[in-house]
């Protein structure tokens, strides 16, 4: 029926997969981006100083612009002050040319600070760009450093081989009948040849992947959310987005359960399908 267990969990599985497929493909293109040395562009010291020297020259022809702005202003006002109005008619033609050919030249000083401000402004990004990518590489050379870079590489790798084996799932329609870390521990002690309880141990591997899985996604999620959700709250909408979050929430947790069944043995696996229904 269309209120049953199965109807509904699939629907909502729908939205929260689709949620983590997002995620996932964010992650799996950011992290190795953010670890990996190979993505580093090589920057020296010469190259902010050099960068730092313009932005301090902008900053320097900005201040003289401004100046000779406030100047002019300061000139316009004591004139007004000082000298009467002008009398006569080739009087009031003077005051007419000077007061135009001033506003002229002061509107034309005035774009070109805006455009210097513009210009100041990337200067700085860029330069941040640079300090950041110089912590970055300085990062890089220490052992935490080398070990995400490992791990770069390992989980890219590791992320094109499941997109490789979801695509051949999808084409002929397969379902894997072996979890992970079941197929990996038996590929492992026949090529080996030693005496090892697969059915013992890789039950309590999996049962440790499967929650370090649900806290690390969970916790990468809430990170991302809390992100968007201090770009666009106000004080009027926190009440709607905290809703709107722990619907998310729930949506990512059922999809989760759905999604981390292959992570399990089969007899797991089988109680998990009964509860939730043939999805």
Known sequence: GILSIEQLISRVGVIGVTLMALLSGFGAVNCPYTYMSYFLRNVTDADILALERRLLQTMDMIVSKKKRIAVAHRTMFQRGEVHNKPTG???MIKSVTTSVSGSENLSLIQQEVDALEELS????????????TKERIEYSKTFQGKYFNFLGYFFS?????????ATINIVFDRVGKTDPVTRGIEITVNYLGIQFDVKFWSQHISFILVGIIIVTSIRGLLITLTKFFYAISSSKSSNVIVLLLAQIMGMYFVSSVLLIRMSMPLEYRTIITEVLGEL
């Open 121 to 132: 402004r990337q200067l700085f990004l860029e330069t941040a760009d640079l300090h950041a």
């Open 157 to 165: 790798i590791y992320c094109v081989w499941k997109i490789f084996m």
């Open 89 to 91: 008619f080739w009087g």
